[in-house]
């Protein structure tokens, strides 16, 4: 019986499926999202000045960088001095005429930001560490938002101090997209700005929805490793392709931040920045998804890929518009599944062979692994988690992972990303695993032998260590 808040109207579709719907739409709360179209007193005069900045944009039929950049600081005069646009302007400068279709576009996505009090009727609950709940909203209203957050009219969130009342939620205004030109802000923008486009248009505007689900394991749920009987569930390893591609129709892992998204509004390009700027509607999860904690995930239902890409990190490129294919299920969403899981950030390597961090690391992946009612739980698409920015071990990830899918009893589809010599090794221990029968209990002990030996000679390839001692009484 988790909180599930559906934001549009409840009888435009047709579940089984347990819901509440909030009836209230201008609670500002400290569980709800504080929207910037709210009626309490201060907010209201606020608005005001942005309605009015906005619908003088929206009335144009070409609006400038400097028109965007007049109307944002005009109701966040406080940030004047701070905000940078000039990532929006060198982008508009080194666009050719023939392809820039920006000015044409900015007065649309002030249009669409406009209509927030009416596509946004009910107050949106925060999804809170501790909590599983889900929300679920159309594609449109997600646009609503996040031509929102484009014109950064959201309350000004403190993150930076602890004590604040938003320190453990991300950004979600855009001006931290708009400065520090670097050549990946402009594929970044580039991206984004498609989507906008697509979004802003009736014939490409999407119709679906999507769902956000927070889900929590629980202590009592956590699974005992040391004595967990499981088998080994089946393994399909590939140095070609790459998750979202070649995962489509799997539960698709997201290299996540805890706090979700990580540095897509910044200049970070990885696994996850990507996934959110093909998929732009991943990032409104930022608006209202609190830190998730060693005990919890993000799984989000029907969001649509808009963009096509190459490359990773300084080598990205915006590839052009993506016509996402996927079918839909009957709440109308589409059938992408992206699981967030946040891998521990080992700052020294060594630290990952701790049998608490382990645990901890098996516990995440379990928690989204898991399979949760009213999903199909399809096979998992994942690589290597929390060994690019986050500095894991390719080997000690890929078997945490193999250890959690064989307890959630699901398939694993493990994606290398070019890694030849992973995809082989990995590929020579599972076979002899699991023609073996080795059980997750008898890894599990392994890698405590490991994580000692570990301690001893830094040099231990894990692999090497299980192929040779997996054998010995102690495990068995
Ligand atoms: N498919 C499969 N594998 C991929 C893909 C992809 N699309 N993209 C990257 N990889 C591989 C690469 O080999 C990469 O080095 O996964 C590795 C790990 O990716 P990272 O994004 O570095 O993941 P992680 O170490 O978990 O870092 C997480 O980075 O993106 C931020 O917000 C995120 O702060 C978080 C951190």
């Known amino acids: 019986d988790k909180r599930h808040t559906v934001l549009i109207d409840v009888d435009t579709f047709n579940s089984q499926r347990i819901f509440v719907s909030q009836k209230g739409r201008d609670l500002w709360h400290s569980d709800f999202v504080k929207m910037p179209c709210s009626q309490v007193a201060h907010q209201k005069s606020r608005w005001d000045v942005i309605s009015k900045k906005l619908k003088s944009l929206a009335s144009k039929k070409t609006a400038s960088v400097k028109d965007v950049e007049e109307a944002i600081i005009k109701y966040n005069p406080k940030y004047k001095d701070q905000w940078s646009f000039d990532a929006l302007h060198t982008l508009d400068k080194i666009t050719p005429y023939t392809e820039n279709y920006y000015k044409t576009l900015f007065p649309k996505i002030a249009a669409l930001a406009l209509k927030l009090p009416k596509f946004v009727n009910k107050a949106i609950p925060l999804l809170r560490k501790g909590q599983s709940a889900a929300i679920t909203l159309s594609q449109v209203q997600i646009s609503c938002l996040l031509a929102n957050a484009f014109f950064c009219t959201f309350p000004h969130r403190n993150t ?14 855009f001006n931290s997209l708009f400065g520090n030109w670097s050549r990946r802000k402009g594929e970044k923008l580039r991206a ?54 070649e995962g489509k129709g799997m539960l698709q ?9 990580g540095g897509v509004l910044g200049s970070g390009l990885l696994q996850e920045e990507i996934l959110f700027v093909i998929n732009p509607e991943l990032i409104v999860a930022r608006l209202f998804t609190e830190k998730l904690e060693d005990n919890e995930c993000l799984i989000i239902t029907g969001s649509q890929q808009f963009s096509s890409y190459l490359g990773f990190g300084d080598s990205f490129e915006w590839a052009g518009p993506y016509e996402d294919q996927s079918e839909r299920d009957e709440w109308a969403r589409r059938k992408t599944k992206i699981l967030a899981i946040d891998a521990m950030n080992f700052r020294h390597s060594v630290d990952q062979y701790r049998m608490r961090h382990i645990t901890r690391e098996l516990n995440k992946a379990y928690c989204g692994f898991k399979g949760y009612d009213g999903h199909e739980n399809p096979d998992i698409a994942t690589g290597k988690w929390g060994c690019g920015a986050f500095n894991g071990d390719p080997q000690l990830k890929a078997l945490i992972q193999l250890m959690a899918a064989a307890k959630a009893k699901r398939g694993l589809a493990f994606f290398t990303f070019g890694d030849e010599n992973l995809k082989q090794h990995l590929q020579r221990i599972y076979e002899l695993m699991f023609a073996e029968g080795i059980t997750v209990g008898t890894l599990y002990k392994l890698l405590r032998d490991f994580s000692s030996a570990k301690h001893c000679d830094s040099h231990v390839d894990l692999f090497d260590f299980i192929e040779k001692n997996r054998n010995s009484k102690s495990h068995l």
């Open 253 to 261: 892992v997201d290299f996540a931040n805890s706090l979700i998204g």
């Open 192 to 245: 984004i700005m498609h989507y906008f486009k697509e979004v802003t248009d009736e014939s490409t505007q999407p119709k679906g929805l999507v769902t956000f689900e927070r889900e929590c394991l629980s202590y009592t749920d956590m699974p005992t490793w040391e004595s967990c009987k499981a088998n080994l569930s089946k393994l399909h390893i590939t140095s070609e392709g790459q998750i979202e591609l």
């Open 160 to 173: 930076s101090s602890p004590n604040a009342e938003y320190s453990g939620y991300p950004s979600i205004n």
